[in-house]
């Protein structure tokens, strides 16, 4: 069982087998799902789109390799904040929000920083000016530290479904 914003959702074992299905390829048709997850495709459609409505398929994407794009050079960034109000807090995320480069952003704790940004950009002339023209212009980022990433060990955007009953 699932608790959304506004009602809890039962997923069982069908749905999570879809869930999981699509995770992997959200390509595949109706069809192609039906057959893997052992429905004929009107049931299994159904499913999807409740799935859909009730929020736990939020959009469907195509992943695309950065390398192949031109894009060889991913840092992780934690930033610093001067003041903790929600006001400073909002601008930020506001800006941030307008930048491509970004590809994730999460308001941390445990850290010397505030938030940790994953940012992906063409190489280090690019990262550089990036760093010094945008984040570091706006209002209240107070410290910055930077890593790059050497290696993509594990790089997933499915969800672990095994815990759901």
């Known amino acids: 069982m699932l608790k959304n914003k506004e009602t809890l959702i039962q997923i069982d074992k069908i749905d999570r ?4 299905q699509i995770q992997k390829d959200a390509s595949l048709t109706n069809q192609q ?10 049931p299994c459609l159904r499913r999807v789109r409740a799935l859909e409505e009730a929020g736990i398929i939020v959009r469907t994407v195509t992943v695309l390799d950065h390398k192949k794009l031109g894009l060889s050079l991913t840092a992780i960034i934690l930033i610093g904040m001067d003041r903790h109000t929600p006001e400073r807090f909002a601008a930020f995320e506001e800006q941030v929000s307008e930048f491509p480069e970004i590809l994730e952003c999460y308001l941390v704790t445990g850290h010397d920083a505030d938030y940790m940004l994953k940012v ?11 760093l010094l023209n945008r984040i570091t212009r706006i209002p209240g980022v107070s410290g910055v530290h930077s890593s790059f990433v050497l290696k993509r060990v594990l790089d997933s955007t499915a969800l672990p479904l ?4």
């Open 17 to 20: 087998r879809i869930l999981e």
């Open 33 to 42: 799902l039906a057959e893997k997850v052992g429905l004929s495709p009107s």
């Open 120 to 130: 992906v950009v063409p190489d280090m002339d690019h990262y550089h000016h990036f």
């Open 162 to 165: 095994g815990y759901l009953s």
